[in-house]
């Protein structure tokens, strides 16, 4: 998809020092990316409170491997 944005120079040189893109194509490409790996990152936490586990479960044990 073709878009016309305006983008700040300062984030823009920002960006580029944490980014290996070369381009600003990329670099927009990997902020995009990076967004939305955070945000479904945050939707794992709704599910606190949520998750019933085994009465008999035993994280040591499977740590020994038994």
Same mark, same amino acid.
């Given at each position: 998809?073709? &878009?016309?944005i305006?983008?700040?120079?300062? @984030?823009?040189? *920002? +960006?580029? !020092?944490? #980014? %290996? +893109?070369? &381009? !600003? !194509? $990329?670099? @927009? $490409?990997?902020? /995009? %990316?990076? /967004? @939305?790996?955070? =945000?479904? *990152?945050?939707? /794992? =936490?709704? /599910? %606190?409170?949520? @998750?019933?586990? %085994? #009465?008999?479960?035993?994280? !040591? *044990?499977? =740590?020994?491997g038994?």
């Amino acid at each position: 998809m073709r &878009t016309n944005i305006v983008l700040d120079d300062e @984030i823009v040189k *920002k +960006a580029f !020092k944490y #980014s %290996r +893109a070369k &381009t !600003k !194509k $990329d670099l @927009i $490409d990997e902020a /995009l %990316r990076e /967004l @939305i790996s955070s =945000r479904q *990152k945050l939707d /794992l =936490r709704e /599910l %606190r409170g949520k @998750i019933a586990f %085994r #009465s008999d479960y035993d994280y !040591k *044990k499977l =740590r020994r491997g038994n």
